[in-house]
């Protein structure tokens, strides 16, 4: 089993940045990939962000490319989503995955609580 907590989230006008930050623990997640979905009302959970743990290999989504980054600290078990330049339609509620790396939901196992991101114009 694995266990991701994510934190970072909270409010903030366009224009601005926060990091996310998704704490995994029991299993090692060393051989999994990572994601990070965002579900807005009414809205198809999506793809944002993705990192293959043990390559560093990293893939995002066109709407978030130039402008996140996601990464890994190996020591803490730790995944971060680094966003800047935020807009209002980034504004959802963020998870974070573990489990095969790829865009799709299906590949990822396990799923952390979400955390909210909401962005003012």
């Known amino acids: 089993q694995v266990q991701l907590v994510e934190s970072g989230g909270g409010l903030v006008q366009a224009g601005g940045s926060l990091r996310l930050s998704c704490a995994a623990s029991?299993?090692?997640?060393?051989?999994?990939?990572m994601g990070w979905f965002r579900q807005a009302p009414g809205k198809e959970r999506e793809f944002v962000a993705g990192?293959?743990?043990?390559?560093?290999?990293?893939d995002y989504a066109d709407s978030v490319k130039g402008r996140f980054t996601i990464s890994r600290d190996n020591a803490k078990n730790t995944v971060y989503l680094q966003m800047n330049s935020l807009k209002p339609e980034d504004t959802a509620v963020y998870y974070c995955?573990?489990?095969?790396?790829?865009?799709?939901?299906?590949?990822?196992?396990?799923w952390g609580q979400g955390t909210q991101v909401t962005v003012s114009s």
């Open positions: 029991g299993r090692t997640v060393s051989s999994f990939g």
């Open positions: 990192i293959n743990w043990s390559s560093g290999s990293t």
């Open positions: 995955a573990a489990g095969s790396y790829g865009r799709y939901a299906y590949r990822y196992a396990y």
